[in-house]
């Protein structure tokens, strides 16, 4: 399931996005305290960790808040300038202070260690399609704190745009399959481990001479120590890579700055 963000009315979503801190308002009457953007969005984040993009509805959120979905339309004109609320108010739990004196490397890998983190707090932002961003305060935010870190390594523009889009992808898509990792055996009703223990047997059976067909693959996999299969593998599988990919990407980074004559 892809989401598009920026669905809404244009005028109305960036106004929402960039608006200063709430006054706090008071009902005229009742029990029930007003209710603000910043509580159905909060809201709004509730439900969706908790069930999934396809549970996010206004009347899903309004329900959490003990009130009807009528109630939100003042505040927010609707589910897609709800949703672009959202996802900025997610990115805002980005990294943003690491110390440069660290290093642009250290300061990096840290920024995307938490990243990934953050992003398997909320698995439904993966499923929210970057081709049109948000274009709100804290997405500007978290992609100017990356900006900040790899200005020390002295990169040029073109270079860098590229730098800068293959770490946010990689982050991006790594923690997606460490999410639907988590997410398969509640969804599909079959355990990790009996899902892996019936297709090794049938594979087994069907290919005996799968060594000798795919030699390298196999020389892959029985090289050096991989996760145990079973609950948590691919997870655990996703996670050495991320970190290894990461690893690899910098050190690009790295012979890219110290290249004499470098574009």
Do not use: N
């Not at 890998?109 to 948000?134: D, G, K, M, N």
């Amino acid at each position: 399931m892809t989401v598009f963000a920026g669905q809404g009315d244009a005028r109305r979503s960036m106004s929402l996005l960039w608006r200063g801190p709430e006054e706090p308002r008071t009902g005229r009457s009742g029990p029930k305290p007003a209710l603000s953007v910043d509580a159905i969005v909060t809201a709004g984040i509730a439900v969706a960790d908790a069930e999934g993009m396809a549970a996010l509805s206004m009347r899903a959120v309004g329900e959490r808040l003990g009130r009807t979905a009528m109630a939100l339309y003042t505040y927010v004109p609707g589910k897609a300038e709800l949703l672009d609320l959202m996802h900025d108010r997610v990115l805002a739990e980005l990294p943003t202070g690491h110390d440069p004196a660290e290093g642009w490397r250290t300061a990096v890998t840290a920024w995307a260690e938490e990243a990934f983190t953050c992003y398997l707090r909320h698995p439904w932002v993966l499923q929210i399609s970057q081709a049109r961003p948000v274009l709100g305060p804290a997405e500007l935010g978290a992609m100017e704190a990356v900006l900040r870190i790899l200005d020390g390594a002295g990169l040029e523009p073109r270079l860098l745009r590229g730098v800068v889009a293959a770490l946010w992808q990689l982050v991006r898509g790594m923690a997606r399959t460490a999410a639907e990792a988590r997410a398969a055996a509640a969804d599909t009703g079959v355990a990790d481990e009996d899902w892996w223990y019936a297709r090794s047997a049938q594979l087994a059976e069907l290919a005996p001479d799968f060594a000798e067909r795919f030699p390298l693959l196999t020389a892959l996999e029985s090289g050096g120590a991989a996760p145990e299969a079973g609950d948590g593998y691919l997870e655990a599988q996703t996670r050495e890579a991320f970190r290894t990919g990461l690893a690899v990407l910098l050190d690009g980074v790295e012979a890219a700055v110290a290249r004499p004559g470098r574009p």
